[in-house]
């Protein structure tokens, strides 16, 4: 490998592992589990217990290509306590990152209404613990030249926390999160030629209501993020939930834009469009994403999978949101069949 070569493969694993540091394969699936971006959502509905599973593919016909498994899980843990818990394993060129993380949420009640709307406030914290490989025993030639290139496969072994808020109001919802709130401790990273590892602010928020005069359920999120490095984001999605006349199945659907809100004007990073069906509390959907910038035109879209299953106590309401039946959230919803679907 020439010496031109191995600089430039050093160049991309600098930005590799800057990118991956922190861990956005994660907190940008909050659409689907809004407790990978906010531990504070952890048991979100305390009458459900779901489980998701999201497989990311990008650049197609790129070898080591960025791959990711994630597995999450969430459920209620007993009174105001709610439970979250995901592991990932992520592949991003020669790097390597597997994870494990937990994640409790202690919610307040506030305020009740005489028409069952509640108000409370709910506090999370999470506590992750990570392994990192670099391989580099693939690389030929020029080895040394670079002080970052070694020709061995690394590993090390960090730990960090994420923190967060919720307000909920009835059918709406407010958080704030912190990701990466504690230095980078994995001693893989500890050379000074290692960027830093910024801590993520999160701030989000959205509701859910039906239209009038169809059986369509309409789920708006605004989501904006910002870095210790003053890197912005900001996300416009609205989640679309359609029942059909079995009340065992239903389409659902996201549309996401994002954009770059670091400049005056920003810039557009991409869209999304998810399709799903969900037969019997078994969610299936898969997610598009059209790169805008530059460098996303030029490797092409990229793809996720995403699988879950939710079961609530009310297990005959599946083709509506879950949150419509939290009886902390609307606690006098009760439904009746009529034509096939349930209503209020």
Known sequence: MSRLRIILVTGLLLIVTMASSQRYFVTNQYVYDMFLMNPAAAGFNRTCVSVNGFYQR??????????????????PAGGNVGSGTYIFNDRNGHNR?????????????????????????????????????????NFEGGVGIDPVVSG????????????????????????????????????????????????????HAGTYFKYPTRDIWFEPQIYYRRNSLQDTRLDLNMKLDIPTFNQDFSFWGV???????????????????????????????????????????HYGSAYLLVFGYNFCHDKKTRSLPCSERDPIVNPDAKYRKKGGLFKR
Do not use: C
């Not at 790129?62 to 791959?67: E, I, K, S, V, Y």
């Not at 937990?102 to 999370?124: D, P, W």
């Not at 496969?153 to 967060?164: F, H, L, P, Q, V």
């Open 58 to 75: 990008q650049w197609f016909g790129t070898d080591l290509a960025p791959t990711t498994q994630l597995f999450a899980a969430q459920m």
């Open 97 to 137: 990152k597997m994870s494990l993380m937990q994640a409790f949420s202690v919610e307040i009640k506030i305020k009740e209404n005489r028409n069952g709307t509640n108000t409370s406030l709910v506090f999370g914290l999470g506590a992750l613990i990570e392994q990192a490989t670099v391989d580099q025993s």
């Open 152 to 203: 061995n496969k690394e590993s090390g072994i960090g730990y960090n926390a994420n923190t967060g808020m919720l307000l909920r109001i009835g059918k709406y919802h407010v958080g704030a999160a912190a990701t990466n709130i504690l230095p980078q401790n994995n001693p893989l990273y500890d050379s000074e030629y290692e960027p830093e590892l910024p801590v993520d602010f999160h701030v």
């Open 255 to 297: 549309i996401a834009y994002r954009r770059n809100v670091d400049s005056k004007f920003g810039k557009s990073l991409g869209l999304a469009v998810t399709g799903g069906i969900n037969y019997k509390g078994i969610n299936v959907g898969l997610e598009h994403q059209l790169g805008l910038t530059g460098a996303q035109t």
